[in-house]
């Protein structure tokens, strides 16, 4: 079965977001998301897609965890991607990864501050409280965004406000608000 997500803009600047069966029915999904939150998932899509196939195999997926430090065996991502696509353990195409996303993404309560720390735990892999030249060029190559040596500089020189060539949380913190 094909399908393709499409989205309609209402007055509040928010879209409806619709999966669009080869048989061209709609079917609305929960929320109204805006068109910057459905650009952003669909370049999540597009990043743990990483062969380009329009689907995220299994082996994907587990990739996307493992690098961020999260250990989930094969045959739980198998059940994940089984349960969660129309064609099995095939791999889930963008639309079913809407579908399966954005219920988790709505009923989770969102606490700026606990995302804020994940995302700076996401960087720090050595788990020191810091934030060093080499975390943040890997972080952002794993993201599709690698950074020149140039750009790292400037990027570090800006969020390193005590200039000990690391960014702490709470420099991480200043820079994102």
């Not at 997500?5 to 061209?24: G, Q």
């Not at 059940?79 to 195409?93: C, D, K, V």
């Not at 005590?162 to 913190?173: A, H, K, M, N």
């Amino acid at each position: 079965m094909s399908s393709s997500v499409s989205s309609t803009t209402n007055k509040k600047t928010k879209s409806k977001l619709f999966l669009k069966s080869k048989s061209k029915m709609e079917i609305p999904l929960p929320k109204p998301w805006s068109d910057d939150e459905i650009k952003d998932l669909r370049a999540a899509f597009a990043l743990l897609d990483k062969n380009s196939d329009g689907r995220i195999q299994p082996c994907e997926l587990q990739h996307m965890l493992t690098n961020f430090g999260i250990s989930v065996p094969e045959h739980h991502i198998l059940r994940i991607i089984e349960r969660a696509s129309s064609g099995g353990t095939s791999g889930l195409t963008e639309p079913e990864f809407f579908a399966w996303i954005l219920p988790l993404l709505e009923t989770e309560d969102t606490n700026p501050e606990q995302d804020l720390l994940a995302a700076f735990q996401v960087f720090d892999k050595d788990k020191n409280g810091f934030i060093t030249r080499d975390e943040l060029k890997t972080a952002m190559e794993l993201m599709g965004e690698p950074l020149e040596d140039s750009e790292l500089d400037q990027l570090i020189s800006l969020a390193d406000l005590d200039r000990d060539g690391q960014i702490d949380y709470s420099e991480f913190s200043r820079m994102l608000s």
